[in-house]
């Protein structure tokens, strides 16, 4: 297998899973709480909220990839906070690309989670309430164990998002090999070389099957998870 791909290809490779799972794991623990409060919540701007949270699925990638420069920039207000008070750059830096990858697949998750919760019997919740059980009690041992086929769901679809980002990466991190040359911008300089087409087939293959790994996996779990089901 070292031998079928380059040192620049895996690092690519490398790359590209890291930023992906930093990116969700990175969200997740919003992104269930903001689809928690889309579910359940009454709240005025309720609706603007939502569609705030969903823009990155409307907008095109590279105006997200621009906001982001803007916003997180050295010169931008948040960028140069951080820059200043933490040492922190994300700018045309790997952790750049996992913001931008963690922005454009935030929307998948929330909806994903934000419909397991609302398929939820409440009866359930309000029966660990009468034994006693606190908010955060029932949140953590019925609501959450309840809606984890919802955030393995969307789990699978902002890593996969984040796998195949490219417009957004790009605009906010550029394409520096080894820094951040995801696969999707390594098949795009490529394409763009003469001769890189086999190169650029067997990242190809490679994301497929990464992808393919993931939503495997997430689909064993899930059924364990239906099969331990008390209801």
């Not at 454009?104 to 006693?132: C, H, K, Y």
């Not at 902002?158 to 490219?166: D, I, N």
């Not at 390594?186 to 087409?197: H, M, V």
Request: aromatic share 6%.
């Amino acid at each position: 297998m070292a031998e079928i791909f380059t040192a620049e290809e895996w690092t690519a490779i490398a790359l590209s899973l890291r930023v992906a799972c930093v990116a969700v794991v990175a969200s997740l623990p919003l992104g269930i709480a903001v689809a928690l409060l889309l579910a359940r919540g009454r709240f005025p701007g309720r609706t603007l909220l939502s569609a705030v949270v969903h823009l990155p699925l409307v907008m095109p990638p590279v105006v997200t990839g621009f906001l982001l420069l803007l916003a997180f920039g050295r010169k931008g207000p948040i960028g140069a906070f951080l820059d200043q008070h933490f040492g922190i750059v994300l700018a045309f830096r790997w952790t750049g690309a996992a913001l931008a990858c963690a922005v454009m697949g935030f929307p998948l998750m929330v909806r994903a989670i934000a419909l397991s919760i609302e398929a939820i019997d409440r009866r359930l919740e309000q029966a660990a309430s009468t034994l006693g059980a606190g908010r955060i009690a029932v949140f953590l041992t019925v609501t959450l164990p309840l809606a984890l086929p919802g955030i393995l769901a969307g789990t699978v679809l902002s890593f996969a998002r984040a796998l195949g980002e490219f417009g957004a990466t790009i605009t906010f991190v550029s394409n520096i090999p080894g820094e951040t040359q995801t696969i999707p911008s390594a098949i795009y300089s490529l394409i763009q070389t003469p001769g890189g087409d086999g190169a650029a087939l067997r990242l190809t293959a490679m994301s497929v099957a990464i992808s393919l790994g993931a939503l495997l996996v997430s689909e064993a779990i899930a059924r364990r998870a239906r099969r331990e089901d008390p209801r």
